[in-house]
């Protein structure tokens, strides 16, 4: 079984500039989140994506935006960066059906840093 | 996680036994999930509550009060792998994404 794979695994930017996050999800899961967490914080929920199409949104402008392709993996945009920005972000993947619907199986994440 | 209350730090002597509260105040929810974050690791899943009591698995446990918006994580005979931060989420009704909470650090000393 894969698990979640996130790439890149760090990277740096500087503000203004637009940055592309990837993940793939583990085998058999059909949906995908992506997290924000900042250091010494929780993750904070970005949006998430089911059959492709955007399922829930978290409080982020629209400057945040994703997709989700048919092989169910999913890409993370941010555009006009700020510094704020600079933070771990966090794919996670899941199915509603199992023992523990909910269940997120996070990738190592993309550690952004905007400069 | 505005809606979550948990310890920011917390320690403790290898060996020991060790509690973690989360509060929160969300008025209806599947569920609530109890994450393990080594530093600079991804969250890896610890329990599931979904209905009152408690869940034990090995030397964690995990107790839900879905009437006191309370739970709790136990840790025993803590070792010194267990330094990490521990991550409280709910996950609401009708809604596909877990809120964490801001996370409780606990260092585990020899």
């Known amino acids: 079984e894969t698990g979640v794979t996130q790439s890149p695994t760090h990277l740096i930017k500087t503000r203004g500039q637009q940055v592309t996050l990837r993940c793939s999800s583990q085998?058999?899961?059909?949906?995908v989140s992506w997290y924000q967490q900042a250091l010494g914080q929780g993750p904070q929920f970005i949006f998430q994506?089911?059959?492709?199409?955007?399922?829930g949104r978290g409080n982020f402008p629209p400057r945040f935006s994703g997709l989700q392709f048919p092989n169910y993996s999913s890409e993370l945009n941010v555009n006009a960066l700020e510094l704020d920005d600079s933070a771990l972000y966090l794919c996670?993947?899941?199915?509603?059906?199992?023992?523990?619907?909910?269940?997120?199986?996070f990738g190592e994440g993309s550690r952004l840093t905007v400069l | 996680g505005q809606n979550i209350d948990q310890p920011t730090e917390m320690t403790a002597t290898e060996g020991a036994i060790v509690q973690i509260n989360c509060t929160y105040q969300?008025?209806?929810?599947?569920?609530l999930f109890w994450y393990q974050q080594h530093a600079g690791e991804a969250p890896t899943f610890l329990s599931y509550?979904?209905?009152?009591g408690l869940e034990e698995k090995g030397r964690f446990s995990s107790f839900l009060s879905r009437s006191k918006g309370y739970s709790y994580l136990l840790l025993k005979e803590l070792q010194m792998k267990d330094s990490a931060s521990y991550l409280c989420?709910?996950?609401?009704?009708?809604?596909?994404?877990?809120?964490f909470g801001t996370g409780t650090r606990l260092q585990v000393f020899p």
């Open positions: 996670a993947s899941s199915s509603l059906a199992g023992e523990s619907p909910g269940e997120l199986f």
């Open positions: 085998s058999g899961h059909n949906t």
């Open positions: 994506y089911y059959r492709e199409e955007e399922n």
């Open positions: 969300t008025s209806g929810f599947n569920g």
């Open positions: 509550n979904v209905l009152d």
């Open positions: 989420a709910e996950f609401p009704y009708n809604t596909d994404k877990l809120i």
